[in-house]
């Protein structure tokens, strides 16, 4: 189905009835394995989420402000046409795991705990799932709701800070697509995967050490300025919302390979970073908002998640777990086929996130409402998909790079830049 460029304005959206988690995995003795300082958390699971779980709609994360609506343009977007998303052509590569289809069955992976469907755990539920409820906690504080309060602002940092939460790890989280910082570099008394959280290596190595350097600052400043009632807040509420947002999508990356390089319990980690320890029918945080939008993304991505828990069961020996370096060639070569199925699902459902704002603001600047909040969201978000856009495309990729820095682009340049991101980032 077409969407067209200047529909009727969608109206802003509401806070959500509180709702739990369905999960029946969860106990008081949690643990999140190289995510944790010390590999236990007994403060994660006792907490009852009191966030929403509702699905975001596709239409409105942010408020994008209103207008009369007898000063609409019109005409001002004649000729935008943005195809909807089709994803009816979409087919799993051969050598996908594929657990939704005849549980694995015709794929080329081996027989695995994985094959039936649901998520088993490795080992007890872990402290991630409570930072995912902490991110639902926050969205109904902020950006889910129009014009969030300083007091908003203050209870929703608070949520962040919780110890062992997502401040903890946000600070030191790094980009695994990056080349790791050379050992012969490191301060030997900060552990290796903290490495990041020393200022000099930080500022040496920005990109790698994405936590420290590009998300701590801008979350930090969005929140002071909220709780001072400084400028716009809804703005600060969507920097803040691309912050967190961007901060899940490496997290889940970065768990499924410490998963096979450090601590097996980090497939653990990966899934809840993704589903908030839910079904993949009833996700929270990122995947609530990935399959609001694209069932097919979702899936994808949760089949990829599936794919490094199953090689993690196939390479044990008697319920001991070897890790990546100690296994023969075949083995790392599975393990990195299954990690790269799940980085491309994540690419795509983080673009389709991207692109349901980028259509929201077309729509939004057609009718002459309010784009500020849209754009503040997307140029946080948007310029994390920069450095695989250009691997894969680099004169789309311009037309991306080029579009996040303007200050307040035309809609058809965003149309454009919706084309560019469709052609590089199809469906997993």
């Known amino acids: 189905m077409a969407l067209t460029a200047c529909p009727a304005e969608d109206p802003g959206t509401?806070?959500?009835?509180?709702?739990?988690?369905?999960?029946?995995?969860?106990?008081?003795?949690?643990?999140?394995?190289?995510?944790?300082?010390?590999?236990?958390?007994?403060?994660?699971?006792?907490?009852?989420?009191?966030?929403?779980?509702?699905?975001?709609?596709g239409t409105t994360d942010e408020p994008t402000g209103t207008t009369d609506p007898g000063t609409t343009t019109q005409g001002a977007c004649d000729g935008i046409d943005i195809p909807g998303i089709d994803e009816s052509g979409c087919e799993p590569l051969a050598s996908d795991y594929q657990p939704r289809e005849n549980n694995s069955?015709?794929?080329?992976?081996?027989?695995?705990?994985?094959?039936m469907g649901p998520?088993?755990?490795?080992?007890?539920?872990?402290?991630?799932?409570?930072?995912?409820?902490?991110y639902e906690n926050i969205a109904d504080l902020l950006w889910r709701k129009a014009d969030p309060t300083a007091d908003?602002?203050?209870?929703?940092?608070?949520?962040?800070?919780?110890?062992?939460?997502?401040?903890?790890?946000?600070?030191?989280?790094?980009?695994?697509h990056y080349p790791a910082i050379p050992e012969d570099e490191w301060d030997p008394q900060v552990d290796a995967d903290k490495q990041c959280t020393v200022e000099a290596l930080a500022a040496k190595y920005p990109e790698r050490c994405v936590g420290p350097s590009g998300m701590k600052p801008l979350v930090d400043e969005a929140f002071a300025a909220g709780q001072a009632g400084e400028g716009d807040a809804n703005i600060h509420a969507a920097r803040i919302h691309g912050g967190l947002l961007w901060?899940?999508?490496?997290?889940?990356?970065?768990?499924?390979?410490?998963?096979?390089?450090?601590?097996?319990?980090?497939?653990?980690?990966?899934?809840?970073?993704y589903t908030g320890g839910e079904a993949i029918d009833a996700p929270i945080g990122m995947g609530a908002e990935v399959n609001a939008l694209s069932a097919n993304a979702h899936e994808r991505i949760h089949d990829g998640i599936l794919a490094t828990r199953c090689w993690r069961d196939i390479a044990q020996d008697m319920g001991n777990y070897p890790l990546l370096d100690e296994l023969p060639a075949d083995q790392q070569d599975l393990f990195e086929q299954g990690w790269e199925q799940l980085d491309?699902?994540?690419?795509?459902?983080?673009?389709?996130?991207?692109?349901?704002?980028?259509?929201?603001?077309?729509?939004?600047?057609?009718?002459?409402?309010?784009t500020n909040v849209l754009w503040a969201f997307l140029?946080?978000?948007?310029?994390?998909?920069?450095?695989?856009?250009?691997?894969?495309?680099?004169?789309?990729?311009?037309?991306l790079t080029g579009l996040w820095s303007a200050e307040s682009?035309?809609?058809?340049?965003?149309?454009?830049?919706?084309?560019?991101?469709?052609?590089?980032?199809?469906?997993p």
């Not at 999960?23 to 236990?40: A, I, S």
């Not at 996130?353 to 009718?367: E, F, G, K, L, N």
């Not at 682009?409 to 199809?426: R, T, W």
Request: with cysteine.
């Open 409 to 427: 682009p035309a809609a058809e340049d965003v149309a454009k830049g919706i084309a560019a991101l469709d052609a590089i980032f199809p469906c």
């Open 119 to 134: 998520y088993t755990l490795v080992d007890n539920p872990p402290s991630t799932i409570a930072r995912i409820v902490a």
């Open 14 to 57: 509401t806070d959500s009835p509180t709702t739990a988690p369905t999960t029946d995995q969860t106990t008081t003795d949690t643990t999140d394995g190289t995510d944790g300082t010390d590999g236990t958390d007994t403060t994660a699971t006792t907490d009852v989420p009191t966030g929403t779980t509702d699905t975001p709609t």
């Open 344 to 370: 491309q699902g994540l690419h795509r459902g983080y673009a389709v996130i991207v692109r349901d704002h980028m259509q929201q603001y077309i729509d939004a600047a057609c009718s002459s409402a309010e």
């Open 152 to 176: 908003d602002f203050t209870a929703a940092r608070n949520e962040y800070v919780l110890p062992e939460g997502l401040e903890s790890r946000l600070v030191r989280r790094e980009d695994l």
């Open 247 to 273: 901060f899940l999508y490496l997290s889940v990356y970065k768990e499924a390979n410490t998963c096979a390089t450090v601590a097996p319990k980090d497939c653990d980690s990966a899934w809840a970073y």
């Open 105 to 115: 069955a015709d794929d080329e992976w081996p027989a695995c705990v994985s094959d």
């Open 379 to 399: 140029q946080v978000a948007g310029p994390v998909l920069d450095r695989e856009a250009e691997e894969r495309d680099a004169a789309a990729a311009a037309d």
